[in-house]
T-cell receptor, first 112, second 114 residues
Framework: NAGVTQTPKFQVLKTGQSMTLQCAQD?????MYWYRQDPGMGLRLIYY???????DKGEVPNGYNVSRLNKREFSLRLESAAPSQTSVYFC???????????FGPGTRLTVL | QQQVKQSPQSLIVQKGGISIINCAYE??????FPWYQQFPGKGPALLIA?????SEKKEGRFTISFNKSAKQFSLHIMDSQPGDSATYFC?????????????FGTGTKLQVIP
């Protein structure tokens, strides 16, 4: 099993450009999450999806949109990137009956 | 509003020593307290976790101590090794609407020197 995979690993954007971060999991988990990690701030939840077909805002959703394409895939879209969105983005998944979250390797995004 | 406060921000320990990281939380709805370990360039991975009905949990060299009345918990790494050098995040969570609402601490960068 690959676990949670994310693409791309690195990305540089110019202010105003758009892009989609891809995430897929092969553990048949119902719940999926997008976090951003910034120095000194830990991980903050952007959006989550409790099950296929549902998505909800987390702590810092502004400037982002998500799509739960199917049970395996959960994408994060930046419509108009801003320098404040420079961060490392992590996707995670979990079973509905378990507290453990499994994280992907992350996408390091720089917005110039 | 930060609901989980973690200290110290960084920690240097000699090989064989004890590493201690502390966390405090505010929300009494939390019912699961995990610690995640993160190596550079990797995603966090669950290291050990505890529920508030026990005061201590030990897995190998890693121990969580939990004080429900003080709303504090800590991670102790015994016989610290250079391979333990990583960033450690405490977290607190509860289940709501079918998903885990997790609040993370700000992280502690541990360096174990030979």
């Amino acid at each position: 099993n690959a676990g949670v995979t994310q693409t791309p690993k690195f990305q540089v954007l110019k202010t105003g450009q758009s892009m989609t971060l891809q995430c897929a999991q092969d553990m048949n988990h119902n719940s999926m999450y997008w976090y951003r990690q910034d120095p000194g701030m830990g991980l903050r939840l952007i959006y989550y999806s409790a099950s296929e077909g549902t998505t909800d805002k987390g702590e810092v959703p502004n400037g982002y949109n998500v799509s739960r394409l199917n049970k395996r895939e959960f994408s994060l879209r930046l419509e108009s990137a801003a320098p404040s969105q420079t961060s490392v983005y992590f996707c995670a998944s979990s079973e509905a009956t378990s507290n453990e979250q499994f994280f992907g390797p992350g996408t390091r995004l720089t917005v110039l | 509003q930060q609901q989980v406060k973690q200290s110290p921000q960084s920690l240097i320990v000699q090989k064989g020593g004890i590493s201690i990281i502390n966390c405090a939380y505010e929300n009494t709805a939390f019912d699961y307290f995990p610690w995640y370990q993160q190596f550079p360039g990797k995603g966090p991975a669950l290291l050990i976790a505890i529920r508030p009905d026990v005061s201590e949990k030990k897995e190998g060299r890693f121990t969580i101590s939990f004080n429900k009345s003080a709303k504090q918990f800590s991670l102790h790494i015994m016989d610290s090794q250079p391979g333990d050098s990583a960033t450690y995040f405490c977290a607190a969570s509860f289940t709501s609407g079918g998903y885990q609402k997790v609040t993370f601490g700000t992280g502690t960068k541990l360096q174990v020197i030979p």
